[in-house]
């Protein structure tokens, strides 16, 4: 399920750190760690963006609680990615005027998610049971998918999802902890499944607060499967009325649009795992097709 307004506060907190290039502080690597980033990926992050405080004993504990491997402690420990103390002003400086926007965005955020929240709310009790035609989810996304290549985010070809009569959208984010235990689950039900039914595809469908945090998770899952491009998620008014309240939330559809499963049966959560065990009561039954005649 969703965290807190304070959690995603927090990590709202680093990613617009993030963009502005600031060197890392202590309370932001512990947000890091406890995200689920490792301790391998702070370490490349401080290689590139520095460290901005002195360590002591105090963010010591701060970190191993939060954590930290001993080659991340040692690091910090002997100043290995330390800036220079001409740059400690300045990067204060920085830090305060990036804390005064942050206070102005969390403002904005708050009202946001209370606006959102109820939208959902709306949406879903309105969401139709039957697609407005036979190719609605393809035409949805076509053109915006996105699949995880080399360490980058690439284009993702669509036309076989014109083919598909099955298709399971994943609302999901790297800051949920369950989505972070449900999501190895998944792969391993996509990677045996999905070849042995070409009618079947999911689509990912992040909730994530920025691109590269949809990234990390793509790249640390090993997701198999494509996603909608982060930029113009929120955009897909077509797909995110399928969205629960809270995630991971996964729902399946048929081309036309018609829930078959759904991790929510009204405000009632489910789960995920519910639709996995629908999608085997339907393959080991003939799968699309005898839906489909079965209606």
């Known amino acids: 399920m969703r965290r807190g307004l304070v959690g995603i506060a927090l990590c709202l907190l680093f990613f617009s750190a993030r963009a502005a290039q600031l060197p890392l502080t202590s309370k932001e690597i512990s947000l890091m760690l406890r995200a689920g980033y490792s301790s391998s990926s702070v370490l490349q992050e ?14 010591e504990t701060l970190l191993l609680k939060a954590g930290a491997s001993p080659e991340l402690i040692d ?10 103390v001409q740059e400690v002003a300045r990067v204060q400086e920085q830090m305060a005027s990036a ?9 904005r955020s708050q009202k946001f998610d209370t606006l959102y929240q109820s939208q959902l709310a709306r949406e879903r009790s309105a969401r139709p049971s039957q697609g407005a035609g036979p190719k609605v989810i393809y035409e949805a996304v076509k053109g915006d998918l996105v699949h995880f290549f080399n360490n980058g985010v690439v284009h993702a070809e669509d036309e076989s999802l014109a083919n598909k009569k099955l298709i399971a959208i994943y609302f999901s984010a790297h800051w949920c902890g369950p989505c972070r235990k449900f999501t190895p689950e998944l792969v391993e039900y996509y990677n045996r499944v999905a070849p042995q039914h070409p009618e079947f595809e999911l689509i990912f469908f ?7 945090a ?5 790249r640390e899952t090993n997701m198999p499967w494509p996603a909608i491009d982060y930029q113009k998620g929120e955009s897909k008014e ?9 995630i991971p939330c996964l729902v399946l559809v048929d081309s036309s649009g018609k829930i078959i499963s759904d991790s929510y049966a009204g405000t009632q959560y489910l789960g995920p795992g519910k639709v996995l065990a629908d999608l085997d009561a339907i393959f080991a039954k003939g799968g699309a097709e005898h839906l489909a005649a079965s209606r």
Not at 46 to 59: N, Q, S, V
Not at 99 to 107: I, P, S, W
Not at 238 to 246: D, E, F, L, V
Request: charged letters at 35%; a positive charge; hydrophobic letters at 30%.
């Open 238 to 246: 077509a797909i995110k009325k399928y969205a629960g309240s809270g």
């Open 75 to 84: 690091a910090l420990e002997r100043g290995k990615y330390s800036i220079s």
């Open 99 to 107: 804390a005064n926007r942050k206070a102005a965005e969390d403002e």
């Open 214 to 218: 949809m990234q990390t998770y793509m």
């Open 206 to 212: 992040s909730r994530d607060r920025s691109a590269y």
């Open 46 to 59: 401080l290689a590139r963006r520095r460290f901005a405080e002195t360590f002591d004993p105090d963010k």
